[in-house]
């Protein structure tokens, strides 16, 4: 059995065994799928309408839509604006907010990324921010390489910072063992507390 996103979850048995056998595979095992599902991003269909709400930096805003010559997006207490030649088109608008978060996005996570860096004495070499399906970040260990999922801009800050230095902290260990986590754990104790929460939101 494989999870390969939010909602699709793989399973691979013989070709020729019953399929009440496979079902009772799946249930027997419904507990541990959904614990797992929990830790995936989960896709949100929009329609790009005003009084839509939007995410981001853990905090709920209204869509306002503005027909404008120039495209721009805005933001105050309670709103994103998007300023737009294309009020109407709803791929358009969608593409204009997508910038707007993936230019806030590099931002923001670079600025933690190189506060990180000073903490830790890790260079990371290449930030990548791109929409993903399955986890919230990854590291390329040999080239420090870090990808960070697009939605994580939509979470909370503390959250950001944990997946964040998870990734990081692949530099020094590339795996998920006892030494992994008591090194994050190291550098922030309430890890646990905000994974939980990244993963609830």
């Known amino acids: 059995m494989k999870i390969k996103s939010y909602d699709e979850v793989i399973v691979t048995a013989p070709r020729f065994m019953p399929k009440f056998m496979i079902n009772n595979f799946i249930d ?26 939007f995410f981001y930096l853990g905090e709920s805003y209204k ?9 721009r997006v805005t933001i105050d207490d309670k709103q994103i604006h998007l300023h737009t030649k294309k009020p109407h088109d709803k791929e358009y608008k969608e593409l204009k907010l997508t910038q707007w978060y993936k230019t806030k996005s590099l931002e923001i996570f670079t600025k933690i990324i190189r506060d990180y860096e000073i903490l830790l004495g890790k260079k990371v070499t290449t930030i990548r921010v ?28 503390d959250c950001i910072e944990y997946v964040i230095l998870h990734e990081l902290a692949h530099l020094t260990h590339p795996n998920h063992s006892k030494d992994f986590h008591n090194y994050v754990a190291n550098y922030m104790p309430d890890w646990k507390i905000r994974r939980k929460r990244l993963t609830a939101l």
């Open 130 to 157: 791109k929409k993903m399906t399955t986890r919230w970040g990854s590291c390329n260990t040999q080239k420090a390489y870090i990808n960070l999922n697009l939605e994580l801009i939509k979470k909370p800050l």
């Open 63 to 71: 869509l306002c839509i503005h027909h404008a010559k120039k495209d």
């Open 28 to 53: 027997k095992n419904s507990s541990w799928i959904d614990k797992k599902l929990k830790n995936y991003p989960k896709k949100i269909l929009f329609d790009f309408i005003d009084d839509e709400e």
